[in-house]
């Protein structure tokens, strides 16, 4: 079952959706104003984007230190102490369950510099994304490639329209494929969103 923060993803996307979302018979019959709003569609859709996964991260950080104190470890408190342990790697962490109280002292320490990290973050590309993930006990495999590919083109999309005047919209895609584009992202979501949840319960 999805995560009420998912849920409410879904929910603001689909009404952002709605507001910003164009869709004519023919790419030709499109107007300057429906390429604003494309923009616009993207530029709010990917800050919710970056408001799920971060918050999704966070209260999975907590749920798994609140475990930890209860000398209860998970995957995913594992492995925020083993990312604490390894912190300059960008890899998924290897981990073992006796390392873990090795290092009890710490967890107070760990659990504010993650969710920090994860405050810290300004758009959600794939490196982003891996970067929150990761530390949680995620593997290889888990998460669909595709995800991390969507990511990061949304990224290299996202940018100059954040940053460049507005008639640079009509340099991006039709506007109603950056709602397919998102639909997509939200369906490979919610594999993490679910594996998230395991990871803090196993």
């Known amino acids: 079952m999805p995560s009420s923060l998912y849920a409410s993803l879904q929910q603001k996307i689909g009404d952002l959706k709605d507001c910003f979302i164009v869709e004519r018979d023919d790419i030709s019959d499109y107007e300057a104003n429906d390429h604003r709003k494309a923009v616009a569609f993207v530029l709010l859709a990917s800050a919710e984007l970056e408001a799920y996964v971060e918050e999704r991260c966070k209260k999975a950080a907590n749920e798994a230190f609140d475990r930890l104190g209860k000398s209860q470890p998970t995957t995913a408190g594992r492995g925020l102490v083993m990312w604490a342990i390894i912190r300059k790697s960008s890899d998924p962490h290897p981990f073992d369950v006796a390392d873990v109280q090795l290092h009890r002292e710490r967890f107070s320490e760990i659990r504010k510099s993650y969710v920090s990290s994860a405050m810290k973050s300004h758009g959600i590309d794939d490196k982003d994304f891996k970067a929150l993930a990761y530390p949680l006990g995620f593997r ?63």
């Open 140 to 202: 290889p495999g888990d998460i669909p490639e595709q995800l991390f590919d969507l990511l990061k083109e949304l990224s290299q999309d996202r940018n100059p329209a954040a940053h460049g005047p507005v008639n640079r919209a009509k340099r991006l895609t039709e506007p109603k494929e950056e709602w397919t584009r998102f639909s997509k992202i939200l369906e490979l979501l919610l594999i993490f969103d679910r594996r998230i949840e395991e990871l803090v319960a196993s």
